[in-house]
């Protein structure tokens, strides 16, 4: 066996680790943003039909342009789109890494915002694409002007905004959306895994005439779907003709694709849950506070807890009592998914006792 270390690796890899939240197996498990609420029975049952009839044709590729699917998320989202302006993928990450291929490389440039999702500069490092992290205001925000003013300073190829952000939950404003779009020249793709827990519009209210705009979407945290691996993303169709030439052929299976339409058939019974979700983070939110810990306002399902002196002691000994946050490497801070009223009861619960 060899190592790592003797293998002729990109150099650029050379001392890399793969991404990935720790997966310990715990009872309460509130680490990375999934819907914990999982599925009903009358959603599985509908779920298994599908990919049963699928499966009696696995002998044959898939649609490769999955057009049923793409039209019943095009009549999800609504805004008048249509299924040229949808493009799917095995999760979000997978439709940004393709996002990457057909406008990053070595020849362009990406930026965002930091804090942020981690992938981003991951995906940046895949793609062979320079990746620029900006410093966000204070209280994490994104304000028009400064938004305006640091990429128009910095003339990117690619801007990527995260609205709700992860890890913070902070709210995007069209504002700060149309301010991004109006900076410069290239792609702007806003990442709205979350918006489903968001009180806010959606930026898919901005797509008409403004052909470089891309928003991604996943069936991931709202649809409880983390399983199944899907996303998807909204764009003019020039974009989605794009992302078809740089996907791998028959990159969606055909029960990825049975899937997803069973969950949208069913989607009014999997997004029941989204308004209880929002409850038990305001529950978090009001909880923590009267611990004398600080919550940042989120519009996510998650909310991230600044004022504990030592984040990691506290996150280890959560897990001694078998319950598992994020320690997502923002001094002081611990980011805690919204998950069951049983789930959040605990939560506080021992936290109350650890901080004590």
Known sequence: MTNLENLPLRPDLAGQVPYGAPQIDVPIRLNVNENTHGISEQVALRIVERIAEAALTLNRYPDREFMELRGMLAEFLGEG???????AANGSNEVLQQFFQAFGGPEA???????????????????LTPYVSVPREEGFVLTPDFV???????????????GPNNPTGTALSLETVEAAYESFDGMLLIDEAYQEFADGPSALTLLSDRPRLVISRTMSKAFAFAGARVGYMAADPAVVDAMRIVRLPYHLSALTQAAAMAALETSAELLRSVDQIKVQRERIIAGVRKLGLSPYPSEANFVLVDGFE??????????????IVRDVGIPG????????????TRLLGELALLLD
């Open 148 to 162: 305006r003013t640091e990429i128009s300073k910095r003339k990117p190829s690619i801007v990527i905004l995260c």
């Open 310 to 323: 030592n984040p990691k002691e506290i996150f280890e000994e959560l897990i001694g009592k078998g319950i």
């Open 109 to 127: 440039t990406a930026l965002s915002f930091d804090p942020t999702y981690s992938m981003y500069p991951n995906i940046s490092r895949n793609t």
């Open 81 to 87: 789109l249509t299924p040229e302006q949808i493009w």
């Open 333 to 344: 801070c611990l980011r805690i998914t919204a998950g069951t009223e049983a789930e959040t």
